[in-house]
């Protein structure tokens, strides 16, 4: 669970960096930094602390279920190409904007799947909240 927080962070950087090279050339659009800190800085730490806060707050252990493995997967793999096609092969840009956005519903649906029910039953450990 801890390591899709700090691929998140690693994003912030990556993010930073790419909003000052759009400075100095038009090679890198805006909107690349923008997503790297969108989609993968806010996006990944956003569904790695829902994961860890809801089965903190809910009394269960913190243990990752596949799904939630597969949702950081994808956020991830989101943000990968969301940022890096633009970078490398700009005539493939449409196709990967539709793929990246796929995959990042993806990723906070399964986050749904898996924890709507965790968030609307009982705690496990019979103490209140």
């Known amino acids: 669970m801890l390591w899709i927080l700090h691929v998140g962070y690693v994003w912030i950087p990556i993010g930073l960096l790419l909003r000052?090279?759009?400075?100095?050339?038009?090679?890198?659009?805006?909107?690349?930094?923008?997503?790297?800190?969108?989609?993968?800085?806010?996006?990944g730490l956003t569904l790695g602390m829902m994961s860890r806060v809801a089965l903190g707050h809910?009394?269960?252990?913190?243990?990752v279920r596949p799904a939630t493995t597969a949702s950081?997967?994808?956020?991830?793999?989101?943000?990968?190409?969301?940022?890096?096609?633009?970078?490398f092969h700009m005539a493939w840009y449409r196709g990967a904007l539709v793929v990246a956005g796929i995959l990042w519903a993806v990723a906070?649906?399964?986050?749904?799947?898996?924890?709507?029910?965790?968030?609307?039953?009982?705690?496990?450990?019979g103490k209140a909240g």
Do not use: E, K, Q
């Open 58 to 63: 809910t009394g269960r252990p913190l243990v």
């Open 72 to 87: 950081f997967v994808l956020i991830t793999l989101s943000a990968v190409i969301r940022v890096g096609t633009p970078l």
């Open 20 to 43: 000052a090279v759009t400075a100095f050339t038009p090679r890198v659009p805006p909107p690349v930094a923008m997503h790297a800190l969108t989609v993968g800085a806010i996006g």
């Open 108 to 125: 906070f649906a399964l986050f749904v799947a898996v924890y709507a029910p965790v968030l609307l039953a009982p705690r496990t450990d």
